[in-house]
């Protein structure tokens, strides 16, 4: 069910169950969707629901015109190292919780996907961009870097090479240079980025959820482990699948 109504700025998550799909919503569109550490925690708790738990499907969106402009930088510049340290411990590990969802997960973006915003859409499993959609990872250009996976999770995506001109230079791409470099799955006429996420996570939905969390993490693994251990994976994830019920 949809999340009550509230005017908080420091922002909320709307939570929209349809069926086997969870729908999140980033909302603080006055400050375009930037992420501040009550955000991050109330997207936090959103992924730990039980809409979320018991989905098949997860869909994270900024709205409609603009996923994120990034961390709420202000808030971080006063943090202390130490507040820095438990800060990745509390609120900034929503990056890898969502990362580390069972089901599978789509991202989808309009608009401004900016630092920890770009950051957050490479935790998901696909990416749904509209015609409006910019990449870009501004933090080098203010002194600090990308630390919510964006620098990892780029290097395996799309290499040191291409990572160095985003990350070094904070150069914005728009999402037809993205898809071209396999950062997002699709590309679709502005305003049509949420339903065709809605789409495919029922399609993705549809299929049978231990399998599809099974293969999910294989590939995950797969991507870092040796060929011998990615071949093991496969063969002791078939092995566990072989004899289950899975519908």
Known sequence: MAAEGRTDPAGEVETVRDRDVAVLTVRREAKLNALSTHLESRLLDALRSPEVRDSRAVVVTGGPRVFSSGADTRELREMTPAAI?????SSGAVYEALAALPQPTVAAVAGHCLGGGFEL???????IADETAG?????????ILP???GVTRLVRAVGPARTRDL???????AAAEAYAWGLVTEVVPGGAHLARA????????GQPPLAVSLTKQV???AAEAPRETGLLLEQLAY???????DR
């Open 147 to 149: 630390s919510s996976g």
């Open 167 to 173: 990350v070094l230079r904070g150069r914005r791409i």
């Open 85 to 89: 340290a438990a800060y990745y411990r």
């Open 198 to 205: 809605r789409e495919l996570a029922a399609e993705l939905a």
């Open 219 to 221: 590939i995950g693994a």
């Open 121 to 127: 859409t490479l935790a998901a499993d696909f990416r």
């Open 239 to 245: 092995t566990a699948l072989h004899r289950t019920d």
């Open 135 to 143: 990449f870009a990872l501004p933090e080098v250009g203010i002194g």
